[in-house]
């Protein structure tokens, strides 16, 4: 959930690096405890956690190659690690609107420093580099965990941070069609505001929800 919004509008946010200085500062006054989640979009983060627990310390390499071993059928973990890595100095995507203005997908902004939001990404870094170890991994990985959602939105993530960064910010068609795939992936169903991908499909929702709402708050008004 921390600094991007939708929470998992843009596929998964690794964030390794955060996480093992974290359990680093915490580890030694925590007895016990368990990963809590928000979405699926944040698995690879639950499955670093869990290795906190496991290990007692916060080392992640292992608990990295297990993961790429065991749900991506992969050894490749430098270059994967590498893809992780920029992904992370590239997280902090947000898209926001406020209520009565014109929604549409050129809302989406990069942010920095605004307050209340802890966000990160003024401009992409490597995003290309990311992009191009993520599709050379893909070509090599077996058929069932290249189909496998845990594959798929770590792989569209990649895709996503690469065409924004192509494109100025600004979300295409391209990138539409991924965000229909990651909706799919949640089976989000154009409700769940704060975890939605922002597709054109969930802005009509959301401009139809905020007219009803608006109609009923001039209803209550008019009794």
Not at 25 to 51: H, M, R, T, V, W
Not at 203 to 222: D, G, V, Y
Request: aromatic content about 14%.
């Amino acid at each position: 959930m921390w600094g991007m919004f939708p929470w998992g509008g843009f596929g998964a946010n690794p964030l390794p690096e955060r996480f093992r200085r974290l359990w680093k500062q915490a580890s030694d006054i925590c007895d016990g405890g368990f990963p809590y989640s928000e979405g699926i979009y944040e698995d690879f983060n639950k499955a670093l956690y869990a290795g906190f627990y496991w290990n007692g310390d916060n080392e992640i390499s292992e608990t990295m190659r297990e993961y790429f071993n065991y749900e991506f059928g992969s050894c490749d973990y430098d270059d994967l690690s590498k893809a992780i890595d920029i992904m992370e100095q590239n997280h902090g995507l947000y898209w926001q609107y406020k209520p009565g203005e014109k929604i549409t997908r050129k809302s989406l902004r990069f942010l920095k420093n605004k307050p209340g939001i802890l966000s990160t990404v003024k401009e992409y870094k490597n995003a290309r580099a990311c992009f191009d170890i993520l599709q050379a991994v893909d070509k090599k990985i077996p058929e069932w965990a290249e189909k496998s959602w845990r594959w798929r939105i770590l792989y569209l993530r990649g895709e996503i941070d690469m065409l924004l960064d192509e494109n100025n910010g600004e979300p295409d068609q391209k990138c539409e069609s991924i965000l229909k795939e990651l909706a799919g992936i949640y089976h989000a169903n154009n409700k769940m505001y704060r975890i939605n991908p922002v597709t054109d499909e969930f802005i009509a929702a959301e401009k139809k929800r905020m007219e009803t709402e608006k109609q009923k708050n001039s209803e209550i008004l008019e009794i």
